[in-house]
C-alpha cells in the first residue's frame, strides 16, 4: 500500500520524538525484547486507530518487530503529529493520516486501513470496528478480534454486544486494572491541564474549574485541577460518583448552576450535549471551554456559533465567540481532545502500561480467538499482575508476598 501522510520529510523529528519516549517505556522494552525473538505475530495483520504521535508509533514498531504486518491511520484529526506517520513510514509501516484533515479525508483513512484486509484490530473510539460492521461487512469473516483503548469505544461496543450485532470478540483495553487506574486518571489529568496551561497561559488557581464527569478521567482532571489551586466544581448524572465527588472534598451542583460560575469548564463524560444553549447563556464573560472527552460532542458548538454574533480564532487553537451583549466564551482545540489537540497526550510512562495492555490483549485475541464469543471481554487479572509486575521491577521497586500459609488463610 502506498500511505498517504502530510511529509516525508519530516521523519527525522518525529525518530528523534520516537527515541525519546522509548527511553520512558520499560514495559514496551521488555515486551520487544522478549517477543522480537519468537514473532508471535508472524503472517498476521494488524490495524491500529489510535491517536498518531510518538507513544502510539512506539507500540507500533514493537508491534511490527514481533512479527505483525502493522497499518496505523489516526483516531482524530487533530491528535496527529505528521513528523511521528512519516517517521513510521520511514520505518516500513503504512500510515495514513495527517494533522488537520476534513471528515472525508478521515473516513478515507479508515478506509485504506481496513483494505488491508487486517485479522486484528487495535481501536480508539470504535469507529474502525463500526466501519467493519456498517460499511465493510466482507472483512468480518477475517477480523478474528481486537480491543478497545477508550470509554467512548467501549460503549458503542457494548451497545453493538447488547444488540447482538457484533461480529468478533473485543477486549476492553481500556477496562482494565492496569489502563484506567493509572492512563485515565493519571495520565488524562496531567495531559489535559498540560494542553490547557499550554494554550491559554492563563492560572489556573483560585478559578472556578468546573468538571463534567466524575468517572476516573473526571477524578483525574479534578484531581489535578485541585492541585494547581483551582475551586473544583463536579457536575454529575450519576448519584453514587457524585457522593464520591462529594466525599473527595469537591462541590457537586447541577451544570445549570455551575455555568453561572465556572471561570474554566472541562467535559469528561463520552455523551453529547453536556454543554449547551442555556448554559452559553449564562456564562460569565471570558469563560474558558475545553474537553477531554473522545468525540467533540460534549460542548455543543453549533448552539454557541448560533449564539454567537462572530467567531474567530485569536491564539493558536483558541477560538473567541462573542455574544450579543459583548461577552466573550473562548472555546478550546475546536472541542476536541485538548490534551492532544493541543498537547502532546498523556505521559509515556501511563502510555507504557496502556499500550501493554493493547500489545497482551492483541495476543489473547491471537490465542484464544476461536474459544471466544462475539462478545465485549475484560482482560484476564493475569496480564494485569504481570504488566504491574514489569513495571515495578523497571521501577526498582519490590513488594511482599504472600506465605503458603497466608495464601491458605485466604483461601488462595
Request: proline letters at 3%; glycine letters at 8%; hydrophobic letters at 40%.
Amino acid at each position: 500500500m502506498d500511505s498517504m501522510i502530510r511529509d516525508i520529510k519530516l521523519a527525522p523529528s518525529g525518530h528523534d520524538k520516537i527515541a525519546w519516549v522509548k527511553n520512558f517505556m520499560p514495559v514496551l522494552n521488555h515486551i520487544e525484547e522478549k517477543y522480537s525473538k519468537t514473532k508471535p505475530f508472524a503472517g498476521k495483520r494488524l490495524a491500529m486507530t489510535i491517536h498518531l504521535e510518538a507513544k502510539t508509533a512506539y507500540l507500533a514498531t514493537v508491534l511490527k518487530n514481533c512479527g505483525a504486518d502493522v497499518t496505523v491511520t489516526g483516531s482524530n484529526p487533530l491528535s496527529t503529529q505528521d513528523d511521528v506517520a512519516a517517521a513510521l513510514v520511514e520505518d516500513g509501516i503504512d500510515v495514513f493520516a495527517w494533522h488537520g484533515c476534513d471528515e472525508k479525508e478521515y473516513d478515507t483513512f479508515l478506509e485504506k486501513a481496513l483494505d488491508t484486509k487486517p485479522d486484528i484490530i487495535i481501536d480508539d473510539g470504535g469507529d474502525l470496528v463500526n466501519m467493519i460492521h456498517e460499511k465493510r461487512t466482507e472483512l468480518i469473516g477475517k477480523v478474528i478480534g481486537g480491543s478497545e483503548e477508550t470509554t467512548t469505544g467501549v460503549l458503542r461496543l457494548h451497545s453493538l454486544a447488547k444488540a447482538g450485532k457484533l461480529k468478533f470478540p473485543m477486549i476492553a483495553a481500556n477496562d482494565a486494572y492496569c489502563k484506567y487506574l493509572f492512563d485515565n486518571r493519571y495520565g488524562t489529568g496531567q495531559s489535559t491541564w498540560d494542553g490547557i496551561m499550554r494554550t491559554t497561559n492563563l492560572v489556573v488557581a483560585g478559578k472556578n474549574v468546573v468538571i463534567a464527569g466524575y468517572g476516573w478521567c473526571g477524578k483525574g482532571g479534578a484531581m489535578r485541577a485541585k492541585g494547581l489551586g483551582a475551586n473544583v466544581i463536579i457536575t454529575e448524572v450519576d448519584p453514587i460518583k457524585a457522593i464520591e465527588a462529594v466525599f473527595d472534598g469537591f462541590r457537586v451542583m447541577p451544570m445549570d448552576e455551575a455555568a453561572k460560575i465556572g471561570d474554566i469548564f472541562l467535559t469528561l463524560t463520552g455523551d453529547k450535549d453536556v454543554i449547551t444553549k442555556n448554559h452559553f447563556e449564562v456564562m460569565k464573560d471570558g469563560a474558558v471551554l475545553a474537553n477531554s472527552g473522545h468525540f467533540d460532542v460534549e460542548i455543543n458548538i453549533p448552539e454557541l456559533e448560533a449564539l454567537s454574533v462572530s467567531r474567530r480564532t485569536v491564539r493558536n487553537n483558541i477560538e473567541e465567540f462573542l455574544q450579543k451583549d459583548r461577552r466573550k466564551i473562548y472555546l478550546l482545540a475546536e472541542g476536541r481532545l485538548v490534551n492532544l489537540a493541543a498537547g502532546d497526550g498523556h505521559p509515556a510512562e501511563i502510555m507504557d502500561l496502556s499500550f501493554a495492555v493493547q500489545f497482551f490483549s492483541a495476543m489473547h485475541i491471537l490465542e484464544h480467538h476461536g474459544e471466544m464469543k462475539n462478545e465485549v471481554y475484560l482482560m484476564p487479572d493475569e496480564i494485569n499482575v504481570k504488566i504491574a509486575e514489569i513495571k515495578l521491577a523497571s521501577m526498582g521497586i519490590k513488594i511482599d508476598t504472600l506465605t503458603d500459609e497466608q495464601r491458605a488463610y485466604l483461601g488462595m
